[in-house]
């Protein structure tokens, strides 16, 4: 009998920011989980793709932005084996489009904003402050 491995789920958040420096968020609206809360462009990487083709999807899919791959940088990778889950952070250096609400079924607001919104998911502020110390790596304990 062959031994079933542990899977873990891939995912990719994206750090989008302005010329002022403002970083981009999402309100999450109908999914089921988290609605109402603050993300960031993100979503799953599916088979066969790498985290920056992800990104590229992802964006175009959410948001309405063109990608290309020279622009990504994976700045932080976060491990939640609670959850079986992994997820990589890219930093979006440069982007073509304007960024609108492409899927009204999963999102009700775009905000650019300097600040974490108060709002925001709870697992993605200890995230965003590891990358803010320069932080590459963390564990997550949800």
């Given at each position: 009998?062959?031994?079933?491995?542990?899977a873990?789920?891939?995912?990719?958040?994206?750090?989008?920011?302005?010329?002022?420096?403002?970083?981009l968020?999402?309100?999450?609206?109908?999914?089921?989980?988290?609605?109402?809360r603050?993300?960031?462009?993100?979503?799953?990487?599916?088979q066969?793709?790498?985290p920056?083709i992800?990104?590229?999807?992802?964006?175009?899919?959410?948001?309405?932005?063109?990608?290309?791959?020279n622009?990504?940088?994976?700045?932080?990778?976060?491990?939640?084996p609670?959850?079986?889950?992994?997820?990589?952070?890219?930093?979006v250096?440069?982007?073509a489009?304007?960024?609108?609400?492409?899927?009204?079924?999963?999102?009700?607001?775009?905000?650019?904003?300097a600040?974490?919104?108060?709002?925001?998911?709870?697992?993605?502020?200890?995230?965003?402050?590891?990358?803010?110390e320069?932080?590459?790596?963390?564990?997550?304990?949800?």
């Amino acid at each position: 009998m062959a031994k079933q491995r542990y899977a873990v789920i891939p995912a990719v958040y994206m750090l989008i920011k302005d010329a002022d420096g403002k970083t981009l968020f999402l309100r999450r609206h109908l999914t089921g989980y988290m609605d109402g809360r603050f993300s960031l462009v993100a979503g799953h990487v599916e088979q066969g793709e790498t985290p920056v083709i992800a990104a590229i999807r992802e964006a175009r899919e959410e948001v309405d932005l063109t990608l290309k791959a020279n622009d990504l940088q994976v700045v932080h990778t976060c491990y939640r084996p609670q959850v079986g889950r992994v997820d990589f952070f890219i930093q979006v250096g440069a982007w073509a489009g304007q960024p609108r609400i492409m899927e009204t079924n999963k999102c009700d607001e775009l905000r650019w904003s300097a600040e974490v919104p108060d709002e925001l998911i709870p697992s993605l502020k200890p995230v965003l402050r590891a990358i803010g110390e320069g932080q590459h790596f963390s564990t997550s304990t949800e």
